[in-house]
């Protein structure tokens, strides 16, 4: 992939004005049902952006919306800086990578993934040796005359990158791009494509249902939900510091609490909850305000100690082990799943059926403040 990587770097820098891409206000219905609700988003220079969510959030309908296959309603897109929301597919400086890679069947690989080129109207001769650099550069070189139903799933992957990559794209929208891969080539196939839209500084738009995908490739992390966009940032900010309570419940490992401030002082509030009162760090809610708010599997413990302020007894029901990671499941007192994980232990402090007090520092706790678009 490194001729591709070069041929990017090469470009004069100032032909890229700062933003690859910007969403104002989207919003796309399609009869009574709105599909995305007002979708705003700002994407800076060679970001890998990660558009996360449950299905039929919106994910897809946004990206079809800057891909130019679906005209919002509402809002504008700017595509490097310049209006395109009227603009067709072809004038938009984008390609797209879908997750069943939708090659030509009738097509060979040289002809597939010359194809943008062909559209775009550039010289035969010009494509040929173009199309020859890109094959070697995705190490496809020897596939140049098969056809997709004579590829395995990782190849068609590959030739449906290098079909999108051809052109050069501002920014390379990828639906789901190795949802159809087997389970065992996606995590090679994740850190090429992290290196290769590192090495090219193409921003990258990649639509998933999977935390994992989204939270170990993007350096934006945009979490939807019900056609709207609940919280965006760093992989960090969103593990670290959920904005809702959805945020909270939708990623892996946080213990989200509902309840009311029944005081609020110093920066601390105390809630109570169906389960007892607790400790939060915030200022904004007043007294008798409905608060959600979250803490980490991995900052509960069972290893009690006076920093420990919030307490609650539960009553363990399985325990999973994972090699590195021992993750209890506990049965809390209004009936909701309480997650507790241990690092590093190799022995069992904790056995299905035991009834525990655990405890974690208020400081630890995360109050939700709304949405933090
Ligand atoms: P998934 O992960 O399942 O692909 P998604 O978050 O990408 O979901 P979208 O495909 O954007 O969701 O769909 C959002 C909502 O809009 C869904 O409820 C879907 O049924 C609806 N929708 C999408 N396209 C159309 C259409 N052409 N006509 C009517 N409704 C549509």
């Not at 079909?163 to 087997?182: K, Q």
């Not at 009162?277 to 708010?293: D, Y």
């Amino acid at each position: 992939m490194d001729a591709l990587a070069q041929a990017v770097r090469e470009a004069p820098a100032t032909a890229r004005p700062q933003l690859d891409l910007e969403l104002r206000g989207i919003r796309k219905r399609y009869g009574g049902f709105t599909a995305v609700d007002g979708v705003s988003l700002k994407v800076p220079k060679g970001r890998f952006v990660c558009l996360l969510g449950p299905s039929g959030c919106g994910k897809t309908t946004t990206l079809r919306c800057v891909a130019g296959l679906e005209d919002p309603d509402d809002g504008d897109i700017l595509i490097g800086g310049k209006e395109a929301t009227r603009d067709p597919p072809w004038e938009r400086d984008i390609a797209m990578m879908f997750q069943d890679f939708a090659l030509f069947p009738h097509m060979t690989v040289a002809k597939q993934v010359g194809f943008g080129l062909e559209m775009l109207k550039k010289p035969k001769a010009a494509i040929a040796e173009r199309v020859k650099q890109v094959l070697a550069s995705f190490e496809i070189a020897q596939l140049a005359d098969r056809k997709p139903a004579n590829l395995s799933g990782g190849q068609r992957q590959r030739v449906a990158l290098a079909r999108a990559m051809i052109t050069e794209p501002r920014i390379l929208l990828l639906d789901e791009p190795i949802g159809a891969l087997d389970y065992s080539l996606r995590e090679t196939v994740m850190l090429e494509l992290k290196l290769l839209q590192q090495r090219t500084g193409i921003s990258f738009i990649w639509v998933t249902h999977d935390q994992n995908e989204a939270f170990s490739l993007g350096d934006l992390v945009v979490v939807m939900n019900h056609a709207r966009i609940e919280q965006q940032g760093s992989p960090e900010e969103i593990l670290q510091r959920p904005a809702t309570a959805f945020v909270a419940s939708f990623v892996q490992g946080n213990n989200v609490f509902h309840g009311r401030v029944v005081r609020a002082g110093d920066g601390l509030l105390l809630v109570e909850t169906a389960c007892g009162s607790f400790l939060v760090p915030g200022r904004g809610p007043t007294i008798g305000s409905e608060v959600s708010f979250s803490v980490r599997a991995e900052l509960i413990t069972d290893l009690l100690a006076d920093p420990h302020l919030n307490r609650l007894a539960a009553r363990c029901t399985a325990v999973e082990y994972f090699g590195s990671l021992r993750r209890h499941v506990f049965e809390r007192p209004d009936g909701e799943v309480m997650k507790v994980d241990q690092f590093g232990a190799y022995a069992a402090r904790i056995v299905a059926g035991q009834r525990v007090e655990l405890g974690w520092r208020p400081q630890d706790t995360v109050l939700h403040t709304g949405s933090a678009e």
